[in-house]
């Protein structure tokens, strides 16, 4: 798993996102866990989200980290452009947060990955286990 890299909030190629964890064309086995299910912070004095700057949530004064599913496969956005956007209401002011589940799907329009592409996240794409399978 490569580190994910620093934020500064500066734009990238015009566009305020963070660089790619992943390069083009490579990806990687996410160990930790990804999206949703949020669930409860176990160290809330001294909680780190789920990812630096990346989904994460205060419920109510309850920090909440992601207890998504793990080992999902971590690919660069720009790597599976006919993924279809799932029309699951979470897009901001520059891209997907990620935080409501997956929004890309196959042309068919099942679910299969969840893409984190707004300002304050890493911008990547996970897949999720049991989706999609090697040709």
Do not use: K
């Amino acid at each position: 798993m490569p580190q994910r890299p620093a934020r500064d909030g500066l734009p990238v190629d015009g566009v305020r996102r963070a660089p790619a964890t992943m390069p083009r064309g490579f990806y990687a086995v996410d160990p930790d866990p990804t999206g949703t299910p949020f669930v409860p912070s176990q160290d809330q004095d001294s909680f780190i989200p789920a990812y630096p700057g990346g989904p994460s949530m205060d419920n109510e004064g309850i920090e909440m980290v992601s207890g998504g599913p793990r080992n999902t496969l971590l690919l660069h956005p720009e790597d599976m452009p006919d993924l279809s956007w799932l029309s699951t209401g979470e897009v901001n002011c520059c891209g997907a947060p990620g935080d409501m589940g997956p929004n890309r799907g196959c042309r068919c329009g099942a679910p299969i990955g969840t893409e984190m592409s707004e300002c304050y996240t890493p911008y990547e794409l996970h897949l999720v286990p049991g989706a999609v399978a090697e040709r």
